[in-house]
């Protein structure tokens, strides 16, 4: 039986949820907003691109420090270009520390390299505890963008960490960006600020052991969406059971803990749009996969517990969605379910009924998201009638194989639709790579006793995996991420510490303000 760890055991399911409220992120950095003016103490993040001279901020800051930034750039060998940097301690002027970022080019310089360099900045300061940028020299939306890096960075997940010491942790916590026109950059930062929560919403999510977030814990935390104008539905395993969805509960019935699934509307659209059908986005929440009957080795099982990030980035996309009050309608639906063995697991060679009425036979129980998203992306289009719909999952260990770490795998039926999710890839730095879809892979998945079998052997396995998806939309544009290589990093990335990131938020979010929005 589970404990506490004390030999008590919870009777259900420890719930932190009393100590921290979804939404309310574990951390977040204080931005603020201010005309340039140097100041005469603490700690300075100077962005200074290519071929720029000397003004503003920076200029004062040289004359305060008696020339020690000049000197120190040259030492560094510092011309500006986007990945350098430089940190010069206790320079003079008053100031404990002063950094420097390069930013590029000046026609190189868009909202995500500064969101880079407003991350690097964040981290360079980690150790002071309030900071000033001067971006005086940028566009209001360019500033806002700096520190909406630096707070996508500062991110950490430390609700269990009883025993660190303060000066063992980062210590920023506020930041001010020194801007021309600080009005104009707080209203651009205001959307950008609903972003990063949503983010770090899944960021949470993600990072939460198994024995915390089962299905019925997740969908409880989805239901304070609520408070933001989301609404909200969860169904159990009587509805699931009447909705017939065979092949999702098949994958519960190992587990004590019951299925669940979320579905969350979003009615933002305005004017012209609102008589239009929504779009909606569908995930996998697999709360632990230990592969079932069909189980996985030992060594790194412990990572299943982000088996449910899409369901994960479902929840956070449509928390940023609500936040900055999105103009268009979104529904997300997310497939809760924990994958175990046991006596009443399921069995390789069952033969499951799907809500679509086909059949399949389970020939590795270890293939379990395709089942749970086949019932959930089924129900999607009978019940929403979407103009398209993505759906994001933690598919195939294939995937990793194929495209690393650096892109998630994107499947489409729908050129248009993986164009748009390719280019909103390319603006966000949440890279997409498209794979092939083709009726050649499909035959793969044919079997002797039921309408399809859930896996095929190795070779482009994460392609027949999205075949096997692609049996459960009935024509609709329809784009599938494979975010198994993406959604959880082992060293830290531009825009976020190892560990959970909230990969697919910012992407999707752009999705929609980019083509769906007025
Ligand atoms: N959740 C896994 C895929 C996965 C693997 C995600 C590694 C993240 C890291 C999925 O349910 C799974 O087990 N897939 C199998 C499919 C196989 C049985 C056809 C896999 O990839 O090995
Ligand atoms: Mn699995
Ligand atoms: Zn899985």
């Given at each position: 039986?589970?404990?506490?760890?004390?030999?008590?055991?919870?009777?259900?399911?420890?719930?932190?949820?009393?100590?921290?409220?979804?939404?309310?992120?574990?951390?977040?950095?204080?931005?603020?907003?201010?005309?340039?003016?140097l100041?005469?103490?603490?700690?300075?993040?100077?962005?200074?691109?290519?071929?720029?001279s000397e003004a503003g901020i920076w200029q004062a800051a040289e004359e305060a420090?008696?020339?020690?930034?000049?000197?120190?750039?040259?030492?560094?060998?510092?011309?500006?270009?986007?990945?350098?940097?430089?940190?010069?301690?206790?320079?003079?002027?008053?100031?404990?520390?002063?950094?420097?970022?390069?930013?590029?080019?000046?026609?190189?310089?868009?909202?995500?390299?500064?969101?880079?360099?407003?991350?690097?900045?964040?981290?360079?300061?980690?150790?002071?505890?309030?900071?000033?940028?001067?971006?005086?020299?940028?566009?209001?939306?360019?500033?806002?963008?700096?520190?909406?890096?630096?707070?996508?960075?500062?991110?950490?997940?430390?609700?269990?960490?009883?025993?660190?010491?303060?000066?063992?942790?980062?210590?920023?916590?506020?930041?001010?960006?020194?801007?021309?026109?600080?009005?104009?950059?707080?209203?651009?930062?205001?959307?950008?600020?609903?972003?990063?929560?949503?983010?770090?919403?899944?960021?949470?999510?993600?990072?939460?052991?198994?024995?915390?977030?089962?299905?019925?814990?997740?969908?409880?935390?989805?239901?304070?969406?609520?408070?933001?104008?989301?609404?909200?539905?969860?169904?159990?395993?009587?509805?699931?059971?009447?909705?017939?969805?065979?092949?999702?509960?098949?994958?519960?019935?190992?587990?004590?803990?019951?299925?669940?699934?979320?579905?969350?509307?979003?009615?933002?659209?305005?004017?012209?749009?609102?008589?239009?059908?929504?779009?909606?986005?569908?995930?996998?929440?697999?709360?632990?996969?230990?592969?079932?009957?069909?189980?996985?080795?030992?060594?790194?099982?412990?990572?299943?517990?982000?088996?449910?990030?899409?369901?994960?980035?479902?929840?956070?996309?449509?928390?940023?969605?609500?936040?900055?009050?999105?103009?268009?309608?979104?529904?997300?639906?997310?497939?809760?379910?924990?994958?175990?063995?046991?006596?009443?697991?399921?069995?390789?060679?069952?033969?499951?009924?799907?809500?679509?009425?086909?059949?399949?036979?389970?020939?590795?129980?270890?293939?379990?998201?395709?089942?749970?998203?086949?019932?959930?992306?089924?129900?999607?289009?009978?019940?929403?009638?979407?103009?398209?719909?993505?759906?994001?999952?933690?598919?195939?260990?294939?995937?990793?194989?194929?495209?690393?770490?650096?892109?998630?795998?994107?499947?489409?039926?729908?050129?248009?639709?993986?164009?748009?999710?390719?280019?909103?890839?390319?603006?966000?730095?949440?890279?997409?790579?498209?794979?092939?879809?083709?009726?050649?892979?499909?035959?793969?998945?044919?079997?002797?006793?039921?309408?399809?079998?859930?896996?095929?052997?190795?070779?482009?396995?994460?392609?027949?995996?999205?075949?096997?998806?692609?049996?459960?939309?009935?024509?609709?544009?329809?784009?599938?991420?494979?975010?198994?290589?993406?959604?959880?990093?082992?060293?830290?990335?531009?825009?976020?510490?190892?560990?959970?990131?909230?990969?697919?938020?910012?992407?999707?979010?752009?999705?929609?303000?980019?083509?769906?929005?007025?």
């Amino acid at each position: 039986m589970a404990g506490d760890g004390n030999g008590k055991p919870f009777g259900g399911c420890y719930s932190p949820r009393a100590t921290l409220a979804i939404g309310e992120p574990s951390f977040m950095l204080e931005i603020s907003f201010a005309k340039p003016q140097l100041p005469h103490s603490g700690a300075l993040a100077l962005l200074i691109g290519e071929e720029e001279s000397e003004a503003g901020i920076w200029q004062a800051a040289e004359e305060a420090t008696g020339g020690a930034i000049g000197r120190a750039l040259k030492v560094a060998e510092f011309s500006g270009k986007s990945g350098q940097n430089a940190t010069l301690l206790a320079p003079g002027g008053g100031f404990s520390r002063v950094v420097v970022v390069g930013l590029g080019k000046r026609g190189e310089r868009t909202r995500l390299t500064l969101e880079e360099a407003g991350a690097t900045a964040a981290g360079l300061l980690a150790r002071e505890e309030t900071a000033a940028v001067a971006a005086d020299a940028l566009a209001p939306e360019l500033a806002a963008a700096s520190a909406h890096g630096a707070t996508l960075r500062s991110y950490r997940f430390d609700r269990y960490r009883t025993k660190e010491k303060p000066d063992e942790k980062p210590r920023l916590k506020k930041l001010t960006v020194l801007t021309a026109e600080p009005a104009k950059a707080r209203s651009a930062h205001e959307p950008m600020q609903a972003l990063a929560e949503g983010v770090f919403l899944t960021r949470d999510l993600v990072s939460e052991p198994a024995n915390v977030l089962n299905p019925a814990e997740m969908a409880e935390r989805c239901k304070s969406l609520d408070r933001l104008g989301i609404e909200i539905e969860v169904m159990g395993p009587k509805e699931l059971r009447k909705l017939g969805f065979g092949a999702m509960l098949g994958v519960a019935q190992g587990s004590i803990n019951e299925p669940r699934m979320v579905v969350m509307q979003w009615r933002g659209a305005a004017g012209g749009r609102r008589k239009r059908k929504p779009v909606a986005f569908v995930g996998k929440g697999v709360t632990f996969d230990t592969g079932g009957i069909s189980i996985k080795s030992a060594a790194g099982m412990e990572d299943m517990k982000w088996d449910m990030a899409g369901a994960g980035t479902v929840v956070g996309l449509m928390s940023a969605l609500a936040r900055r009050e999105a103009r268009a309608d979104v529904v997300g639906l997310i497939g809760l379910v924990e994958n175990m063995p046991s006596g009443g697991a399921q069995r390789p060679g069952d033969v499951v009924k799907t809500a679509s009425g086909q059949t399949v036979e389970v020939i590795n129980t270890d293939a379990e998201g395709r089942l749970v998203l086949a019932d959930v992306l089924w129900y999607c289009q009978q019940e929403f009638d979407p103009q398209w719909m993505v759906d994001l999952a933690t598919l195939t260990g294939a995937i990793i194989v194929g495209l690393g770490h650096e892109h998630a795998g994107l499947f489409s039926n729908d050129d248009a639709l993986a164009e748009k999710l390719g280019k909103a890839g390319r603006d966000t730095g949440e890279l997409v790579w498209r794979m092939p879809l083709a009726e050649a892979y499909d035959k793969r998945l044919r079997s002797d006793i039921a309408d399809m079998k859930n896996v095929t052997d190795r070779p482009g396995s994460s392609i027949t995996a999205a075949q096997f998806l692609q049996r459960f939309v009935n024509g609709k544009p329809w784009a599938h991420l494979d975010i198994a290589g993406t959604a959880w990093l082992a060293k830290e990335a531009p825009l976020a510490a190892k560990g959970a990131s909230g990969f697919g938020v910012r992407l999707l979010d752009r999705l929609v303000a980019d083509h769906f929005e007025e």
